[in-house]
């Protein structure tokens, strides 16, 4: 017979660190809002939630590394709003933010959840961040959960 695991979606007793851009905050704000409705919603103190502002998405991955090596939090959730504009740069920044949590991800021992949007107009953000397509920041808050509680069924400790 297959043995199937799965994480559960429950905030009960988790400490999470949710690490924001600034930059788009009209849109970081909205993902923000979801995230921590969803954080609520699954019955995780407001108390054991911290949120860090960064300048930039670009300066994301530093910062959830540092704070998942402090082993104050069962997981971090990154949240951000790359958008296009005219020259190069979303491409460059996009790649290397998504490459960034990556890279962190795989280096620590508790999850780091992506929840950077990469999207080409403003409007497109925004319905991501609930106006139209649901709240990615929800989204990507419900992943942090169930990841954790997966990761703890299987026995991997902070």
């Known amino acids: 017979m297959v043995k199937i695991h799965k994480g559960k979606i429950s905030g009960k007793g988790i400490k999470a660190g949710i690490i924001v851009s600034r930059f788009n905050e009209i849109v970081t704000n909205k993902l923000l809002t979801g995230a921590l409705d969803c954080l609520e919603q699954h019955h995780t103190e407001s108390s054991d939630i911290e949120v860090f502002w960064v300048p930039g998405s670009f300066e994301i991955p530093k910062i959830a590394k540092i704070v998942a090596e402090t082993g104050s939090f069962d997981g ?3 949240l951000g709003a790359v958008i296009r504009g005219d020259t190069p740069h979303f491409d460059y920044i996009a790649a290397e933010v998504t490459k960034g949590i990556a ?3 795989l280096q620590v021992k ?4 992506y ?4 999207t080409d107009t403003v409007e497109q953000a925004l319905d991501r961040a609930g106006a139209k397509i649901g ?3 929800w989204d990507a808050a ?9 990761q703890k069924n299987l026995n991997v400790h902070k």
Do not use: H, R
Not at 110 to 113: C, E, F, G, Y
Not at 115 to 118: A, E
Not at 142 to 148: A, F, G, P, Q, Y
């Open 103 to 105: 890279q962190v991800n």
């Open 76 to 78: 971090v959730l990154c």
């Open 110 to 113: 508790i999850p780091v959840i």
């Open 135 to 137: 709240n990615k920041g």
């Open 142 to 150: 419900e992943t942090m959960l169930e990841v954790i509680d997966l």
């Open 115 to 118: 929840g950077v949007l990469t």
